[in-house]
């Protein structure tokens, strides 16, 4: 490989083509922090809306350092994987008390922050400040994959092939035109070869799904759940998940099946037993997935017998829009209403 050559071609291909995503017009590392963690895991087409209402909300790092931990659920509610919310605010509360404000410029410091591991640490450093830090992320290794015809590098070997490539004068674009590529270039099935900048050192360009042959994903776990809705004077009734289980913190349906070990199999007449009574037959059913657990939940109406629960509470339309409202109850709502009209 000519590397001075591959690494030319690939600023060159990307300062034409790239993306115009809202956290590339910055070079402020909390934005561009922010935009790491919520593209974890999730499409970029997803993260975007969010991105907008939630830099909106909390401009800043000190903004978020002294914002609510429900109120910084409530702006992530629905994008899933809220750990990443709370160590986002735990991680704004450190660098606020330790560091002013600002976000480190090295990577072993940033790697202290909670939330933060090398790939964060490399990726905000390097766009941010110009840090010399090459990033590996999925799309990222399995360029590099294809690039050597090494099939599954080790973390380390993948580490030590991406710093070899890196730019010296330009990590930060160098590194995400890497990214860049992988996501709308070398994808994981039918990569667009003919478009690529850099095929000329592409050693793995002949057979490429060959060498980026991923691990076996973890089939879906189909789960049943149940799910009450009960009403009173136009406001519905929520509980909070405990804290230590899926979904903790959140606001939810009353519900039972989700997949803990004392729920499963649980019917919604078993856990509110004597609390709701529950009407025969179904309102409306949805599909959610959260984590690898495929969840088909049914809806009934439910009438309140007792005193409301001490894990529960009355809300009116307008408190849905400020409270950490679990993705599943959101759905199930929208969808209640529209079987409701």
């Not at 993306?19 to 922010?34: E, F, G, H, M, S």
């Not at 709370?86 to 480190?104: E, I, M, S, W």
């Not at 009353?254 to 007449?269: M, N, S, V, W, Y």
Request: a positive charge; glycine letters at 8%.
């Amino acid at each position: 490989m000519e590397v001075v050559r591959f690494r030319r071609s690939l600023l060159r291909w990307f300062s034409r083509a790239k993306r115009q995503l809202p956290w590339r017009q910055t070079k402020d590392p909390y934005a561009i922090w922010v935009s790491e963690v919520m593209l974890q895991q999730t499409t970029v087409a997803s993260v975007i809306p969010y991105y907008a209402r939630f830099m909106a909300r909390f401009p800043t790092v000190h903004a978020l350092a002294a914002a609510e931990e429900d109120a910084v659920l409530s702006a992530w509610s629905g994008l899933g994987y809220y750990s990443r919310a709370r160590n986002l605010r735990l991680g704004a509360q450190f660098v606020t008390r330790n560091h002013g404000g600002r976000f480190p410029t090295d990577i072993e410091t940033a790697m202290g922050i909670s939330g933060v591991g090398r790939y964060i640490a490399s990726a905000v450093t390097s766009i941010a400040y110009g840090t010399r830090a090459a990033v590996v992320d999925g799309n990222v290794q399995r360029v590099l994959s294809r690039l050597h015809a090494i099939r599954r590098p080790a973390p380390a070997r993948a580490q030590e092939l991406a710093t070899g490539l890196l730019s010296a004068r330009a990590p930060g674009p160098f590194n995400e035109a890497m990214m860049e590529l992988g996501a709308t270039i070398c994808l994981p099935t039918k990569p667009r070869c003919r478009s690529c900048p850099v095929s000329v050192d592409c050693k793995g360009r002949s057979r490429p799904e060959h060498w980026s042959a991923g691990k076996p994903r973890r089939p879906g776990l189909p789960t049943q759940v149940e799910m009450a809705l009960v009403k009173r004077r136009g406001r519905i009734l929520l509980v909070r998940n405990q804290q230590g289980g899926l979904l903790q913190g959140l606001y939810e349906l009353p519900h039972a099946g989700l997949p803990r070990p004392e729920e499963r199999g649980q019917t919604l007449r078993q856990r509110y037993r004597g609390i709701l009574q529950i009407e025969a037959g179904a309102l409306t059913s949805i599909r959610h997935v959260v984590t690898h657990h495929r969840i088909e939940a049914t809806i009934f109406r439910a009438v309140l017998l007792k005193r409301i629960p001490a894990d529960a509470s009355f809300h009116s339309r307008e408190d849905l829009l400020h409270l950490p409202l679990g993705g599943m109850t959101r759905k199930a709502i929208r969808a209640a209403d529209i079987v409701s009209r």
